[in-house]
């Protein structure tokens, strides 16, 4: 079946603009992550979805980041006054229904904020 | 101390040698381990899970856990140039909610 897709694969934006990324969930999985993952790092966790809600958004870095998952499919990663800094890739992943499962990962998106 | 800590690396092997790549957490309470593989421009993928102490092999792929020293491993025997990849430690960390901690990674070169 298909895997785990994010759009855009790459995203240009300027200093201070609003960015939307999506991630298509493998169907059927429950729960859904999104990472970033600067050059050089590991991913790091941002939050993580259980269905609809938010099990865990300790690591988005401040009141600018802003996810959701609505229908506990499909999910949005929202970024408002983006800074320099916000530049990596956002990565997503899903997994069946989380807690020791395996994490099936997107292919992430770039984001450069110029 | 970092939650998830590796050896940044690079580690060289030849090829047909054992890489063995280590990892140590801080979460006493995390009961589940990963290893993902990552190459270069690509999103990481799963190479080992592991959630009991010992060994658990898989191929040329042994995963080794460790809880009462917070330590994991993974050793990739017959190391081939294919395995060239970064390696990714991830722990699932249950204190104060739910998370997978990546570490760093380490960069792995194999050798032909």
């Known amino acids: 079946g298909a895997g785990v897709s994010q759009t855009p694969s790459n995203k240009v934006t300027e200093k201070g603009k609003y960015v939307e990324l999506r991630c298509d969930p493998i169907s059927g999985h429950t729960a859904l992550y999104w990472y970033r993952q600067s050059l050089g790092q590991g991913p790091e966790f941002l939050i993580y979805?259980?269905?609809?809600?938010?099990?865990?958004d300790s690591g988005l870095p401040n009141d600018r980041f802003f996810a959701v998952r609505p229908e506990g499919s499909v999910s949005t990663l929202k970024i408002q006054r983006t800074e320099r800094g916000d530049s990596a890739v956002y990565l997503c992943?899903?997994?069946?229904?989380?807690?020791?499962?395996?994490?099936?990962f997107g292919p992430g998106t770039r984001l450069t904020v110029l | 101390q970092k939650e998830v800590e590796q050896n940044s690396g690079p580690l060289s092997v030849p090829e047909g040698a054992i890489a063995s790549l280590n990892c140590t957490y801080s979460d006493r309470v995390s009961q589940s381990f990963f290893w993902y593989r990552q190459y270069s421009g690509k999103s990481p993928e799963l190479i080992m899970s592991i959630y009991s102490n010992g060994d658990k092999e898989d191929g040329r792929f042994t995963a080794q856990l460790n809880k009462a020293s917070q330590y994991v491993s993974l050793l990739i025997r017959d190391s081939q140039p294919s395995d060239s990849a970064t390696y990714l430690c991830?722990?699932?960390?249950?204190?104060?909610?739910?998370?997978?901690?990546f570490g760093a990674g380490t960069r792995l070169f194999v050798k032909a």
């Open positions: 991830a722990v699932n960390i249950l204190t104060g909610g739910f998370k997978t901690i």
């Open positions: 979805f259980q269905g609809t809600g938010a099990a865990d």
């Open positions: 992943a899903s997994s069946p229904t989380g807690s020791t499962d395996t994490q099936y």
